[in-house]
């Protein structure tokens, strides 16, 4: 049972370029989250889903998108990365508020 | 989402009880508290979960007051693998969206 796991685990992007981050969950969770987290900080929600084919913003939604075409997938894309999206993002899946997390995702855009 | 307030690090030794306090003041009937663990590297783990009274488990225990505006996550006996940082949440299992704040730093020494 592999729980969330989140792909890939390091990437380094120029600014301007583009990529997707790939969250895959097999416990059936309705509830997804992406998150991401700056060194010393909290976690801040960038988007989440509430169910297959619905998305919906978070605290810091801007520069981000997200799909969640199917139930156990939720796909975060930067279309244009910028340095200041330099960060680790962490994946979610939840039931009745008890989140379970991927690894991360460490992205360092120069 | 009820705001919540703990503190922003701890120092404690080996083989002592910690005890981690978080404010919710404006705590609603429907919400629950729940506790999350967020080792350096990794995901946050879900330790902890209660409503009132006092919840146990192998990990940790959660004492919460009458008054609910409160709670207090208890480790005992803690070893340095402890060291890591410990999110408060306060919110209704129906709720779309998960929050963390900053979370309390907890530096455990031998």
């Known amino acids: 049972n592999a729980g969330v796991t989140q792909t890939p685990k390091f990437r380094v992007l120029k600014t301007g370029q583009s990529m997707t981050l790939l969250c895959a969950q097999d416990?059936?969770?309705?509830?997804m989250y992406w998150y991401r987290q700056d060194p010393g900080m909290g976690l801040r929600l960038i988007h989440y889903?509430?169910?297959?084919?619905?998305?919906a913003k978070g605290e810091v939604p801007d520069g981000y998108n997200v799909s969640r075409l199917k139930k156990q997938n939720f796909l975060l894309g930067l279309e244009s990365a910028a340095p200041s999206q330099t960060s680790v993002y962490f994946c979610?899946?939840?039931?009745?508020?008890?989140?379970?997390f991927g690894n991360g995702t460490r992205l360092t855009v120069t | 989402l009820a705001k919540t307030t703990q503190p922003i690090s701890m120092d404690s030794y080996e083989g002592q009880e910690v005890n981690i306090t978080c404010s919710h003041n404006?705590?609603?009937?429907?919400?629950?508290i729940t506790w999350y663990q967020q080792f350096p590297s990794q995901g946050p783990r879900f330790i902890i979960q209660?409503?009132?009274t006092k919840v146990t488990n192998e990990v940790a225990s959660l004492f919460i007051p009458a008054d609910r505006k409160s709670s207090t996550l208890s480790l005992p006996r803690v070893s340095l693998s402890d060291t890591a940082v410990y999110y408060c949440?306060?919110?209704?299992?129906?709720?779309?969206?998960?929050?963390f704040g900053k979370g309390t730093r907890l530096h455990i020494l031998p």
């Open positions: 979610a899946s939840s039931y009745g508020r008890t989140s379970h």
């Open positions: 416990m059936n969770h309705e509830y």
């Open positions: 889903s509430v169910g297959e084919g619905t998305t």
């Open positions: 404006n705590i609603a009937t429907n919400d629950y």
């Open positions: 209660g409503y009132k």
């Open positions: 949440l306060v919110g209704d299992v129906r709720d779309d969206k998960i929050i």
